[in-house]
């Protein structure tokens, strides 16, 4: 079954009940609305699988009138994949936005010197390997098209970010400056690659053109800067920067100018920030 959705509340149902009313359903070949609206249903989904395909309807108990109603093919697809797109589809029939259970997530795994990118699905699920070897490979981002990432390496024995195209598998160095080139992360327009250099003798934040056009520095001093990551519309970074000793969550204009402190009196230590894909 998918995660929750923070859109719907999960019935306070007992499993005998959920049982026994939905055998009576399929039993008898009617939904019994009333009976499910009784036990708190606002919304019941009923599938039916037919061969290769599966049928799946979502109801309003209310009236019994059908909220959605698709057929998904099953041939070559797990059940868990399944799953996750009606999901999906109800989010977006019912809420009317995008659904997330489709989602893959990236994290790095692996002990001591030794990681590799893995790919997932929303459950920790389905997993690939990405990298492979004894190198440590992490800090993995995703480009605005979601067919390549990006992430750090040591296999070239210091810090380079690397891309990598997800049809293809091929991996090309995408920054590679003196000392450490880490963290980056790409606008979600797809011009501009923030990241994290020590080149100046401390990791500062870096913004570079992805057409191999300029490149600026944003922060200048002896604090250490970490973990950007892009506003929606490409105008912002928030970042973490350890001055005062701990580090604390800031917000710039790509462009330049002067960081504002973002965390005030959330958390004496607040690193890695990132985004909403909303604002």
Not at 32 to 56: D, P
Not at 73 to 99: C, F, T, Y
Request: proline content about 6%; charged content about 20%.
């Amino acid at each position: 079954a998918p995660p929750p959705h923070g859109g719907f509340s999960l019935a306070r149902i007992s499993s005998s009940d959920a049982t026994t009313l939905n055998n009576a359903d399929y039993s008898q070949g009617a939904i019994h609305f009333q009976n499910w609206r009784n036990l708190g249903c606002a919304l019941i989904g009923k599938g039916e699988v037919s061969g290769s395909t599966l049928t799946f309807k979502l109801y309003n108990t209310a009236n019994g009138s059908a909220v959605m109603g698709k057929t998904y093919n099953m041939g070559s697809v797990s059940p868990r994949r399944v799953a996750h797109a009606i999901a999906n589809d109800i989010v977006q029939d019912v809420l009317k936005e995008k659904g997330f259970f489709q989602s893959r997530m990236l994290y790095a795994s692996g002990y001591g010197r030794s990681k590799n990118i893995v790919m997932c699905d929303i459950l920790g699920g389905d997993k690939k390997n990405l990298t492979s070897g004894s190198d440590l490979n992490t800090f993995p981002d995703w480009y605005p098209d979601h067919k390549n990432i990006l992430y750090t390496s040591y296999r070239a024995n210091h810090a380079v970010i690397y891309k990598l195209d997800l049809t293809s598998g091929k991996t090309q160095k995408l920054l590679a400056m003196p000392g450490m080139n880490t963290s980056g992360c790409v606008s979600p327009d797809g011009r501009q690659l923030a990241a994290i250099l020590d080149k100046d003798g401390f990791p500062e934040l870096y913004t570079y053109a992805l057409n191999g056009g300029s490149h600026k520095r944003l922060t200048r001093g002896r604090d250490n800067e970490s973990s950007p990551s892009w506003s929606p519309d490409s105008s912002k970074i928030v970042f973490s920067c350890d001055e005062g000793k701990s580090p604390q969550i800031y917000i710039m204009n790509a462009s330049g100018g002067g960081p504002t402190r973002h965390s005030r009196n959330a958390s004496p230590y607040s690193p890695h920030p990132a985004r909403s894909p909303r604002t």
